[in-house]
Nanobody, 112 residues
Framework: QVQLVESGGGLVQPGGSLRLSCAAS????????MGWYRQAPGKQREFVAQ???????IYADSVKGRFTISRDNAKNTVFLGMDDLKAEDTAIYYC??????WGQGTQVTVSS
């Protein structure tokens, strides 16, 4: 049974930081790209960041320089470090395994 379980979301003030985690089980992890996407209320799901199986990274322009994606293949986990958070970063954040699987999402709310 494939599972992608996100954690680390929460409420943070503007300018603050959070670190999201996504733990994968029941699936080969290290041979696949992993990604983070987000969906704000009333909007479509959008790409945030991707890390290839080889460790190369790609970011959406809106988060470049503030967010960092990384992976720990020994723990089958992908991370998203988020700094200098803004109100417009408020969304449900989803982990994606590029074999075709998604996590259930974790809420990030940026508000004073």
């Amino acid at each position: 049974q494939v599972q992608l379980v996100e954690s680390g979301g929460g409420l943070v003030q503007p300018g603050g930081s959070l670190r999201l985690s996504c733990a994968a089980s029941g699936i080969i992890f290290n041979a696949y790209d992993m990604g983070w996407y987000r969906q704000a209320p009333g909007k479509q799901r959008e790409f945030v960041a991707q890390i290839t199986s080889g460790g190369s990274t790609i970011y959406a322009d809106s988060v470049k320089g503030r967010f960092t994606i990384s992976r720990d293949n020994a723990k089958n986990t992908v991370f998203l470090g988020m700094d200098d958070l803004k109100a417009e970063d408020t969304a449900i954040y989803y982990c994606r395994h590029f074999a075709g699987y998604w996590g259930q999402g974790t809420q990030v709310t940026v508000s004073s």
